[in-house]
């Protein structure tokens, strides 16, 4: 015995699939256009990365007693950096989909 295919289903699936779609391609325009700004604890590095993690500026504020000092405030920087971009992806998502209804 064959299953009658709802056609109705598969068109409302296929809309939804492509809202979908074109939400994740809002979500990647605005990742871009959103940036944070971070420093190390020292305050000696200053890294500014958009939403999707691209690093678009370093900057070096006063001077490091030695080049150990200087290597650990740009790894603090980049890792706060990163966990910024993180942070700010995040919210994005949940504000271009938090309204989304799931499919269950």
């Excluded at 009658?4 to 809002?26: G, H, K, M, P, V």
């Excluded at 900057?59 to 706060?80: F, K, M, Q, Y």
Aim: proline share 2%.
């Amino acid at each position: 015995m064959g299953r009658e295919i709802d056609e109705t289903w598969i068109d409302e699936a296929i809309e939804r699939y492509q809202r979908i779609e074109a939400r994740l391609a809002e979500l990647d325009r605005a990742a871009k256009d959103v940036e944070v700004t971070v420093r190390s604890p020292d305050g000696l590095v200053e890294v500014v990365v958009t939403a999707d993690g691209t690093v678009k500026d370093v900057r070096i504020h006063g001077h490091a007693r030695t080049n150990d000092e200087l290597s650990r405030a740009v790894r603090e920087a980049v890792t706060a950096a990163a966990d910024a971009a993180a942070w700010a992806r995040q919210k994005l998502h949940a504000e271009t989909f938090g309204a989304y209804q799931p499919l269950i």
